[in-house]
């Protein structure tokens, strides 16, 4: 290995303990920030202690705000009645960029994962059935986790918690990504384009 | 775009400056931080801080290091006679891990860029000449800069200096990667590895 000095070998290994940062990548990134003026860095440890001292969980949709509850919750103009759960906030991010979902979120931080040593205790499965029976006008739960089989598990979790409660449980259609080539599909993603196809025209 | 907060906003901003993090990553980056327990964050601030403070340049080489000299100026079974010109401490780095290499380093920290707002001033030059003054043992300078417009100007410009004093400047071998193949060769490799043929045997 190397001849880092331990300060700098430490420095390396968190951020190499960052998702999607690789050795190399928090080689370079290490480099960079010793590379920086006392003020660059001292901006960038300042916005990191900044926004975690500023941002708590909204107490409704438990997203990342500044607000609470947040200003996707207290917007009036939102459709009350539908709740779409999504894993991160990343993914209310995504939702809202499209401009074509008008209601509310919950954001899970997580997903049903026992062998990532995350369980439903560690998800805000709880946070979302006491707001369920608080809130009597929501009546349908978008379950829009990751296609995956910990998002699946949890999308099946949720609606099997739900079934009694009258309240419709939807999952976001899987299928063909828009403007992809059937030749390059993997065999999952076109098994489940066949099996949830539909009428032309419908 | 996305209704982050101000402070979540910034974070990511400054992570996004960071050299290889695009937009995406910079958030993903973002919610990962603001998903650490305390305790994580505080490791990734107080690494570095401690970092940056503990490493400084080292006095004869310019390379980052906890102890000035660094280790490996003060190496007494490291060839004194061979500097090797490097970029960055990666470079350093990238040439040890190589066990080949058993002569001094000079970081520049940066390239001959006047585009990129980096200049003769901005890179340790003055440190290199002053250095090969005070040391009469050094006959080679080896410039491993990197094999762009750049380096090439950087190596020209340091040879160009050095014509008048007897120390020999070499430059690494440009040419095919090892393990290549030619026919995917772009045509500046290839007409660099053909014009530094070599006869076989030699």
Not at 33 to 60: F, V
Not at 81 to 87: A, K
Not at 110 to 129: A, H, K, S
Not at 135 to 143: D, F, G, L, M, R
């Amino acid at each position: 290995m190397a001849r880092y000095s331990p300060s700098v070998q430490n420095l390396i290994s968190k951020l190499g303990s960052l998702p999607g940062i690789g050795g190399k990548s928090a080689q370079r990134l290490a480099f960079s920030i010793l590379s920086m003026s006392q003020e660059e860095a001292d901006a960038l440890t300042g916005a990191i202690n900044e926004a975690r001292k500023l941002t708590k969980r909204c107490s409704i949709c438990q997203n990342f705000t500044d607000s609470d509850p947040c200003p996707i919750c207290t917007d009036a103009k939102r459709d009350t009645s539908t709740v779409c759960v999504v894993e991160s906030p990343r993914d209310v991010s995504a939702f809202e960029r499209m401009h074509e979902y008008n209601g509310l979120y919950h954001v899970l931080h997580g997903v049903y994962n026992p062998v990532g040593n995350m369980n439903m205790n560690d998800i805000t499965l709880t946070e979302l059935f006491a707001r369920l029976t608080d809130h009597p006008e929501i009546k349908e739960v978008i379950v829009a986790t990751n296609q995956t089989a910990e998002g699946n598990a949890t999308a099946l979790y949720i609606s099997r918690l739900l079934s009694a409660t009258g309240i419709k449980v939807t999952r976001l259609a899987s299928g063909l990504p828009m403007g992809s080539d059937i030749e390059f599909a993997d065999d999952l993603t076109l098994a489940s384009a066949l099996k949830g196809r539909k009428s032309v025209g419908s």
